[in-house]
C-alpha cells in the first residue's frame, strides 16, 4: 500500500504480558516516529528512527518499551510485561525528514487487562 | 507541563461560516507548526504547516496564522463543510532537540448543516 501500515488494528493483552507492535512505513522515507496516544489526549513523542539508526528515545516510558528498525524500513515497538496504564492507541509516522509532513498510519490500539 | 495548549476541547460551527481553531505554546524553541486532522479510527492526517519565518500559510480553504510574540497559533477554515468536523491536533517541532512533535490535546470541531 501507499501508506503508514500497523498491525495488529487491535490487540487486548493479559497485565503482564509482552506485546509486539509492526510499523511499515512508506516505501523510501527515512524517519520513523512512534507516539502513544492515551483517551481524550493527543500523541506524546515515544522514539524517533533515521533510517536503522534509533536517534531519540527519550519519549519512552520506562524500560519495559523497546523499539528497533533493524534494516531501516519496518520498526517493531516491543512492550514487556504491559500494565494498565500502557493501554492508549500507539501510532507509527514516517516521513522524508524531519520538518517534512509526517504521515501516521491508523494505530494500533492496546488495551491491558 | 503543556508545551502546546489546545483549549478549547469542542468548538460547534455553522456550515458555510468561518471556523477559527486557536493554539498557544510555551517553548520559545519550536520553529515550526503543524494542524492535523483526525477522523475516529484513523491515524492523523496531515493539514498544513508554517515556519517561524512566516508569519502565514494558505492552503485553499485552510489558513495558518502565526503570531510569534504571543506564542500563539490559529487555523482558520472557511468555508466550513461537514466533512471538516474531525479532531484537531495542533503539534510543533524544535531544532535540535527531540525529533518528534510536540501535539496539543486536540478540539473537536463539529460543523452544523
Known amino acids: 500500500g501507499a501508506g503508514v501500515s500497523q498491525s495488529p488494528r487491535y490487540k487486548v493483552a493479559k497485565r503482564g504480558q509482552d506485546v509486539a507492535l509492526r510499523c511499515d512505513p512508506i516505501s523510501g522515507h527515512v524517519s520513523l516516529f512512534w507516539y502513544q496516544q492515551a483517551l481524550g489526549q493527543g500523541p506524546e513523542f515515544l522514539t524517533y528512527?533515521?533510517?536503522?539508526?534509533?536517534?531519540?528515545k527519550s519519549g519512552l516510558p520506562s524500560d519495559r518499551f523497546f523499539a528497533e528498525r533493524p534494516e531501516g524500513s519496518v520498526s517493531t515497538l516491543k512492550i514487556q510485561r504491559t500494565q494498565q496504564e500502557d493501554s492508549a492507541v500507539y501510532l507509527c509516522?514516517?516521513?522524508?525528514?524531519?520538518?517534512?509532513?509526517?504521515?501516521f498510519g491508523q494505530g494500533t490500539r492496546l488495551t491491558v487487562v | 507541563d503543556q508545551q502546546v495548549k489546545q483549549n478549547s476541547p469542542s468548538l460547534s460551527v455553522q456550515e458555510g461560516r468561518i471556523s477559527i481553531l486557536n493554539c498557544d505554546y510555551t517553548?520559545?524553541?519550536?520553529?515550526?507548526f503543524l494542524w492535523y486532522k483526525k477522523y475516529p479510527a484513523e491515524g492523523p492526517t496531515f493539514l498544513i504547516s508554517i515556519s517561524s519565518i512566516k508569519d502565514k500559510n494558505e492552503d485553499g480553504r485552510f489558513t495558518v496564522f502565526l503570531n510569534k510574540s504571543a506564542k500563539h497559533l490559529s487555523l482558520h477554515i472557511v468555508p466550513s463543510q461537514p466533512g471538516d468536523s474531525a479532531v484537531y491536533f495542533c503539534a510543533a517541532s524544535a531544532p535540535g532537540g527531540a525529533d518528534g512533535l510536540t501535539f496539543g490535546k486536540g478540539t473537536h470541531l463539529i460543523i452544523q448543516p
Open positions: 528512527f533515521q533510517n536503522e539508526a534509533q536517534l531519540d
Open positions: 509516522a514516517s516521513s522524508l525528514g524531519r520538518v517534512t509532513e509526517a504521515f
Open positions: 517553548n520559545s524553541m519550536f520553529d515550526y
